[in-house]
């Protein structure tokens, strides 16, 4: 018999959009669900309520686009507001460059170290590396390049478009 643990399915699902229909299955779905009966602080109410229209309406992708340009905005001002709205959803707050990283140093950590790796296997040293080719839209935030710059020193970036490089590599192969 294996245990299963509708929290452990929402914190894991919730950051990741893509994951966001594993939250309908029936004890993760029956768990939220539940909440709104159980739920004791009247404050949380409306989060929960947005977590339920989020998830009801598949507003996943249009959360991460958000989230996204928030990122992109992050990287050329100190600050910037974050907005979503999707009635009856309607989230805003101020997010600082300072927070943005704290949130992401994590993965930022995670980026540095599988590079590091990836020179180890290789066998290359880090001053050996000549160019950075970044993609994605994670690696137009500052810090990541930054920290990049920083451990292979002598490499240039390679600039092209962030978001279809692997495409175009793929399509070179």
Known sequence: FQYFDPTHTLVKSLPKWHHHAFLRERATWNFIL??????VDPEQKPKLENLITLVEENLGYKLHLQVEALKI????????????KSY????????????????????????INASIETCKYG???PNEVEVIQ????????????ERMKSLFPKARTAEH????????????G
């Open 73 to 84: 905005a992050l990287s050329e001002k100190n600050s910037s507001p974050f907005e979503f």
């Open 88 to 111: 009856p959803i309607d989230i805003g707050f101020s997010v600082t460059k300072t927070e943005l990283d704290s949130m992401t140093e994590k993965t930022v950590s995670a980026i």
């Open 134 to 145: 970044y993609t994605g839209g994670t690696s137009k935030v500052p810090i990541i390049r």
């Open 123 to 125: 066998k290359v040293d």
């Open 34 to 39: 539940s909440l709104r009966k159980e739920l």
């Open 161 to 172: 478009e962030t978001f279809t490089a692997v495409a175009e590599g793929l399509a070179l």
